[in-house]
């Protein structure tokens, strides 16, 4: 598996009149810690766009167990279980930074695509090679 | 099921560098047809607050099937398959106005709250009356 | 001047833990109220677009007089004093539906641009048309 | 001229059709960096609010210079001209780090206000002697 931990500090925008983050940002604490998680591996999503490949979501899940309030900082743990294919599956574990309180769990797919077309296709070489030492080639 | 149908045109700010919308803005669109469902059984969920009842989201999920693009008239149904116990189970169908393609499916569960001791409470007996014309009451 | 009135209800997601709408978002009211404007003279953005023309923000201003709580119905007027040339000046004055309170007001500049160049070209010739019977062509 | 620069990521949930930072997010860039400009003297918003004073925003200005793309780091400068006394003015200045280009600038008006009462007040001493050893007091 690999993982990567992004910091996000929760600003004012992001609270709810119940004084806690709304919970549609949690997918934007995703996007942040995935982008930052494959910038990581020397993989900059910016690249894979400008080469004509895109990344959509093709599906997310989040389980909300506490809240985290503004000013926190969170730390947002992204996991990839396995090598990508065509679908990349993570989950990412939300944890509030100074009392490692567990906020949230998710789960998201992306899929590899070809811009123009708009059709999946194989991970791109050089990002199967950056995640190669990370993560064992499925069989 | 008591379901519900709202309309929503798809903003700028709601589409990304591909030109549709960005994923995370599904579960905005959940937040308003599941508002407007309960205000056309006459519950408004800002009396409910008033009244020291809050609705935490406590997991959401999307299934992206097609993209809505900008200025498209999106039609999110939201469906409420039993009468709410604690917690709220909600499904939720977008298609696009135009065409009816049907672009994403989803399901967020939410549950009623005490808001000051933040404890999960039973539907307010006002609530379990509204839905009833709709509901089969749970045995 | 050419005036067009918007109305939109405020969604939980754009309140903030005040318990009032976050002021960020009424750069977003505007820009409903712009949109449906044009569409209301029968110019749909979205078309323009198609037709290499873009409409960037130039400017924008924002004066907060009162606000707006979640669940109220606003009302937002988009006014257009003069016929646009190059840039195209747009006021804006938001109301609570309910009290006739007023809100906030605000000035947004745009130009038209050319999208693959990126330079500001005058008024599409079928804009200029559209906004003829409202504004006096500027001399 | 007390000054902070605060940097940020550009994030895909920032960038609209255009490829470009979406206008209205500006106003979330100033609110980060004025937070942090303030955490940096030493004072917390949180705190001030627990302590009953809010900050709310009373008019913002943005002039778009370039554009932001996607994945661009940001530079945001918040300058503090002088001594606040109820109304606090603040400065903006946004820079892509990179090749050090003008994007933006910006200026807001926040006031200090009683939380209850939503009456403006004073500068807390506190909040004062924080900025004392950067800013003239104010004659």
């Known amino acids: 598996m690999y993982t990567y931990q992004h ?28 982008t930052e998680a494959l910038r990581d591996l020397g993989v900059r999503y910016r690249d894979l766009e400008r080469n004509g490949i895109i990344m959509p979501v093709v599906s997310a899940t989040v389980d909300y167990k506490q809240s985290a309030e503004y000013d926190d900082v969170v730390i947002v743990e992204a996991q990839f279980p396995e090598m990508p294919e065509v679908r990349v599956p993570i989950d990412y574990v939300v944890r509030r930074a100074e009392t490692d309180t567990l906020l949230a769990t998710g789960h998201t797919d992306l899929c590899f695509m070809n811009a123009e077309r708009r059709r999946p296709v194989r991970i791109p070489e050089p990002v199967r090679e950056a995640f190669l030492p990370h993560l064992p080639a499925s069989s």
């Open 7 to 34: 910091e996000h500090r929760v600003r004012y925008r992001e609270c709810d009149p119940m004084g806690v983050v709304y919970h549609t940002h949690y997918l934007d604490y995703f996007e942040a810690a995935r």
